[in-house]
């Protein structure tokens, strides 16, 4: 009997590989990461941090423990807070090298937070012509990742913009009428920017979109018909807001095929609890916010788990966790013109708990 050539394949694989199993595992995560951009205030504030023993250690190193190997650090313009502009981003960037993990860098091109229901250009970019914002997107991009590059700690991803769902730089930067035009300019000029600083470091373009596979493709077939460049297409994915975990996998499977392109999650989080540690209400407060997993420690780390099962799944590259290490710590809230008084929305979305110490049972998994 002739044996077709693709079962002959498969049995070749499992024949000749020291581990015969390994010929049918699903491809490994292996970006796998955690915003910590809230950290460094925290740690000048006194916070402590420990280990799922109780030991107290460096939150990095406890990451690390955890399975996590990338951090991701978003970088603002011109912050009235003073935390996460280019000096503060490259201390942090010395701290996570030291420590072992790859870099991120999250450009929001902005002064204060960006995401899909705001992109304030930064004051110094104000009044800017399209053709000055290009070439704005290009310096500044630029001379960041040169600074980083030059103390050793080059960007191993960046992403040009941050959930930039209909554009970034608003107005010049919005899509008007699904012209993606002015956006792919924009796009190609941080793309190009990265390229010139160094050739092997990825670019990322990010949406808030996992849980609409009609305005993911309406925004990345834009992008593409405009002439954009990328490298990895990345999404935020939160399923009290953006829908199942199938529904996950088939937006992450159907980007990867439809752009030919790695795919990776930028942002996702669950709660350990529904309590409350500081002044500011939380932003998920529901005992069980998706499929009746519950805001415990447990759920926490099954929902987590659940998540890099579906990425896998769909062969994605790796998941990132928002915000693990931004425990209720006072002076260190969420609003970058008030940083000392604002409080914090999502400390019960942290993965250690108001004690400072780790989720138990959370897992960055390969």
Known sequence: MKVPAVLLAVVLAVTLSP???????????????????????????GAKFYDFRGKRDNPYDILKKAGANYMRLRI????????????????????????????LIDFHYSDTWADPGKQFTPAAWEGHSLEQLT???????????????????????????NEINVGMLWPTGYVNNSDFGPLARLLNAGHDATK????????????????????????????????ARWDITALSYYCMWHGSLENLRTVLAEVRDRYSKPVVVAETAYPYTTENFDHLENIMVSPAPCDGIPASPQGQAQQFSAVQDAARDAGALG?????????????????????????????????FDDRGRVNPYIRWER
């Open 19 to 45: 581990n015969p199993a390994a010929a049918f595992e699903k491809p490994q995560l292996s970006m796998r990461g955690a915003d910590v951009s809230t950290l460094p205030r925290a740690l000048e504030l």
């Open 196 to 227: 010139a600083c160094n050739r092997k470091t990825q670019v990322m373009v990010h949406t808030a979109l996992a849980g609409n596979p009609d305005a993911a493709r309406w925004f990345y077939d834009g992008i593409t018909a405009a002439g």
């Open 135 to 161: 070439k704005d997107v290009y310096d500044y991009t630029y001379d960041v990742c040169t600074s980083l590059k030059r103390q050793g700690t080059t960007p191993d991803s960046v992403q040009i913009g």
């Open 319 to 351: 998941v990132f966790y928002w915000e693990p290490t931004w425990t209720a710590i006072d002076g260190n809230g969420w609003d970058t013109e008030d940083i000392e008084n604002s409080g914090n929305a999502w400390e019960n979305m942290a993965t």
């Open 76 to 103: 603002w313009n011109d912050p009235t807070s003073g935390y996460s502009d280019k000096a503060h981003v490259l201390k942090q960037a010395r701290a996570i090298k030291k420590a072992g993990h790859k870099l």
